[in-house]
C-alpha cells in the first residue's frame, strides 16, 4: 500500500492504449460498500473472495489492473496473476510508504494505529509479502515520478513475453492519432475524407506451435474502446479453451450460448465443456439458419428462451456462429434487461473479419436490411480458425470479399498479400488464414477504435455496401451472399471511383480480378437502373439528398463523397452492361 499503484495504473493504462482497473474499487462496486467496511463488517475472507473474483473478471482483457498489495500472497494468487498478465511491482521504501500513507484513515490493515504502531505493522507486512513480490515478472523503482514510473514499465514491457499469449505484451508503439484522439466521436469529415494513418498491426503475433487440444490464442487485436475495450483472440482449435476463457472473462453463473443448427451441432458442446470447467452453467438456444431470420419475430422468440432459461442481470449471451447469429444475439444482449454483457465466438470468414467486431448489433425489417439495432460491444472475441473447415466454400469466399474490402480502403500491403495468398487464404492454410484474419480484425478494430458510432471513419466500411445493399434487397436477402453483393459494390464503386476521378485508371481492374479469383461475382444482376435508384434511396445511410458513397483513392485508400442516387448511377449506367 503506498506504492502508487493507483496513480501510475491509469498513467501506465493511458501510455498503452488500455483501460485501467483497481480491483480494491472493483471490489466496492461489487460489494456496494467500501473496503473498510467490508473489512469490519464481513471480514478479511469476505474481501479476498471478491477480490479473486475482480482478477478473474480482468481475464483476457487488454487492461492495466492495479491489484490490492495483499492479492498476491492469497494462496495460489501469485501464480494465478503471473498466468493472467505481466505481474510488474513498484518498488518503494519503507520510509516513503510512510510518508506516502500519512494517518491511513482508511487502510483497514493499519486502523487504529499510531505512528509507531503503523510502521511496526507495515514492516511486518513487506516482510511477509516480499517472497511473492520478488516473483515479478517487472521490478520498477516505485518511488521516483509517477511518469517517470510509468516510462520505465514500459522500457520494460516492449519486447517482454506476455505469459498469456506467447505475444509481446507492448508490441509496438501506440501510434498517435489525429483528429481529436483514439476512441473519440471521429473526425466530422463532410466531402471527402481519407482514413489513411499507416496502420500496421498492432499485435505482432508470434504462433506458439499450434499444438492440438491445450492450445491457447495465437494472435491477439486489441479494440480500444476505453471502459468498453476488449481484444479479439485467435487461435486454432481451442474452443474448449476459449469456453473455459470466456467463463472466467464474463464472471457469470449463466450463459445461454446462441447458435444456429449446422454450428451448435458441431462446435457447441466444446465451448459447453470449457464453459462448465469454469464453473459456468450454459444453455443452448439454436435459432433459424440464414439472414432471412435475423428479424424481429426471432428476436421476441430469443426473449422468451432468455426468460425460459432464467437469465437474470447476471447472465450473459455467447453468440456462436456467422454474422446473423451474432448481429441478432447480440441485439438481444443489448436489449435484454436493457442490456447483458456478451462475447462473440465468430465462426464464418465475414463475422471473423467484420461483424463480430465494432459493437453493431441488430435486426432487418422487411424494408431494408439492419434497419433496427444498437452499439452494443463485446466482452471479447474469440476466434477458432479450425471452425472455417466446414464453412462452405462459397461462404468462405464471401468472408474474403470483406477482406478484400479491408485491404482496398486502408492497406495496399494487405491488398498485395491477398494477390499473392487468396487461394492459399480459401484453402485454409493455417499461416496464410492467421495472418489474413489478423490484420484484417486489426483493420477493423483501428477503424472502431477511432470512430466507435460511425462519424467519419467508420463509414469507409461501407465501400461497396452502397449497391450491396441495394442488391441485397432487391434479391430479398436471398440467392446472393451478403459478401457476394458486397463483391459486385466494390468493383462497382471503384469504376465509379474512376469515372468521377479519384483513383487511377486500372484500380477497379485490379480489384475485379482479385475478386474473381476468389470466385466472386463482380457485375450486378439485370436491373433497371429505376429500381436499383429506388433502393439506394432508402438506404439508411442517406442524410438529406445526399448519400455518404465511399470511394477509392487508389487501393488501400479510401473516402467519402456525399452524391445523390442520382449521381451514384449516372443516367445511361445499366446493370449487366
Ligand atoms: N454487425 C456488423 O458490423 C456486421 C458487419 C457485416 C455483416 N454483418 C451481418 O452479417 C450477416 C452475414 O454474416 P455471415 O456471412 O457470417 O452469414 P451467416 O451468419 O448467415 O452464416 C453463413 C452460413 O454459414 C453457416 N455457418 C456458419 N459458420 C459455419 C461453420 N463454421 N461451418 C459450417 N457452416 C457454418 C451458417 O449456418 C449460415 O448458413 C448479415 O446479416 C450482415 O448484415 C454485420
Ligand atoms: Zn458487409
Known amino acids: 500500500m503506498g506504492a502508487g499503484k493507483s496513480t501510475v495504473g ?39 473472495a471478491l477480490e479473486r473474483e475482480s482478477i478473474e ?39 516513503r510508504l510512510l510518508e506516502r500513507i ?22 511486518a507486512l513487506l ?53 481529436g484522439g483514439r476512441g473519440g466521436q471521429g473526425s466530422k469529415r463532410s466531402g471527402m475524407g481519407t482514413g489513411r494513418t499507416g496502420v500496421r498491426s498492432k499485435s505482432k503475433s508470434k504462433p506458439v506451435g499450434g499444438r492440438k487440444g491445450d492450445a491457447g490464442a495465437l494472435a491477439s487485436v486489441a479494440v480500444s474502446l476505453a471502459d468498453r475495450s476488449y481484444s479479439i483472440e485467435l487461435g486454432h482449435d481451442w474452443l474448449e479453451t476459449i469456453g473455459q476463457r470466456v467463463g472466467s472473462l464474463l464472471g457469470a453463473e449463466k450463459v445461454a450460448i446462441v447458435s444456429v443448427a449446422p454450428v451448435a451441432r458441431r462446435y457447441a458442446p466444446q465451448l459447453a465443456r470449457g464453459l462448465a470447467k469454469a464453473g459456468v452453467r450454459a444453455g443452448r438456444i439454436v435459432v433459424p439458419d440464414g439472414d432471412a431470420s435475423k428479424n424481429l419475430r426471432e428476436l421476441g422468440r430469443l426473449y422468451e428462451r432468455f426468460l425460459d432459461q432464467g437469465l437474470d ?21 443489448a436489449s435484454f434487461l436493457r442490456g447483458i454483457p456478451f462475447v462473440q465466438v465468430p465462426t464464418t470468414v465475414l463475422a471473423m473479419v467484420d461483424a463480430s467486431i465494432g459493437g453493431k448489433t441488430g435486426v432487418n425489417l422487411p424494408r431494408g436490411k439492419n434497419l433496427v439495432g444498437a452499439f452494443h460491444q463485446p466482452r471479447g472475441v474469440f476466434i477458432d480458425t479450425a471452425t472455417l473447415s466446414s464453412l462452405p466454400r462459397r461462404e ?43 490484420r484484417a480484425c486489426a483493420i477493423k478494430a483501428e477503424v472502431v477504435a477511432r470512430d466507435e458510432r460511425e462519424g467519419g471513419l467508420r463509414r469507409l466500411l461501407n465501400f461497396g455496401h452502397t449497391l450491396g445493399h441495394a442488391i441485397e434487397k432487391h434479391a430479398r436477402y436471398r440467392g446472393l451472399l451478403h459478401g457476394e453483393a458486397v ?86 449506367w445499366r446493370a449487366g452492361r
Request: charged content about 25%; some cysteine.
Open 127 to 179: 516482510e511477509s509479502r516480499r517472497r511473492f513480490y520478488e516473483r515479478a515478472h517487472v521490478r520498477v523503482d516505485g518511488s521516483a515520478e509517477p511518469d517517470v514510473v510509468v516510462e520505465q514499465i514500459r522500457a520494460r514491457l516492449v519486447g517482454l513475453e506476455d505469459p498469456t499469449g506467447g505475444k509481446s505484451a507492448v508490441a509496438e508503439e501506440i501510434p498517435e492519432v489525429p483528429d
Open 487 to 572: 463483391s459486385i459494390g466494390m468493383v462497382f464503386a471503384a469504376e465509379r471511383s474512376e469515372a468521377l476521378g479519384f483513383s487511377p485508371a486500372g484500380t477497379a481492374l485490379r480489384l475485379a480480378s482479385l475478386l474473381e479469383r476468389a470466385g466472386l461475382p463482380t457485375s450486378p444482376p439485370d436491373r433497371p437502373r429505376k429500381a436499383y435508384l429506388a433502393a439506394i434511396g432508402v438506404d439508411k445511410k442517406r442524410q438529406g439528398a445526399g448519400i455518404h458513397f465511399v470511394v477509392l483513392k487508389g487501393v488501400g485508400r479510401a473516402g467519402t463523397v456525399s452524391l445523390r442516387p442520382e449521381e451514384i448511377l449516372p443516367a445511361g
Open 313 to 333: 442481470r447476471h447472465a450473459a449471451v455467447v453468440a456462436l456462429g456467422g454474422g446473423v447469429v451474432g448481429d441478432l444475439a447480440g441485439f438481444a444482449a
Open 396 to 438: 468462405r469466399a464471401a468472408g474474403v470479399a470483406e477482406l478484400v474490402k479491408a485491404a482496398a480502403i486502408w492497406d495496399a500491403e494487405l491488398f498485395d498479400w491477398l494477390e499473392q495468398h487468396i487461394e492459399a487464404f480459401l484453402d485454409l492454410e493455417p499461416e496464410i488464414l492467421l495472418h489474413g484474419l489478423e
Open 57 to 95: 473478471a480482468s481475464a483476457g482483457q487488454p487492461l492495466v489492473v492495479a491489484l490490492g498489495g495483499g492479492a498476491i500472497a492469497q494462496p495460489g494468487a501469485l501464480e494465478r496473476c503471473r498466468a493472467l498478465g505481466v505481474l510488474v511491482q513498484l518498488d518503494v521504501p519503507l520510509e
Open 102 to 123: 500519512g494517518d491511513a484513515a482508511s487502510r483497514p490493515l493499519l486502523a487504529g494505529l499510531d505512528a509507531a504502531g503503523r510502521r511496526g505493522r507495515l514492516a
Open 10 to 48: 491509469p498513467r501506465l493504462a493511458a501510455r498503452l492504449g488500455r483501460s485501467f482497473v483497481d480491483t480494491d474499487l472493483e471490489v466496492e462496486r461489487r460489494a456496494g460498500q467500501s473496503v473498510a467496511e467490508i473489512f469490519a463488517r464481513e471480514g478479511e475472507a469476505r474481501f479476498r
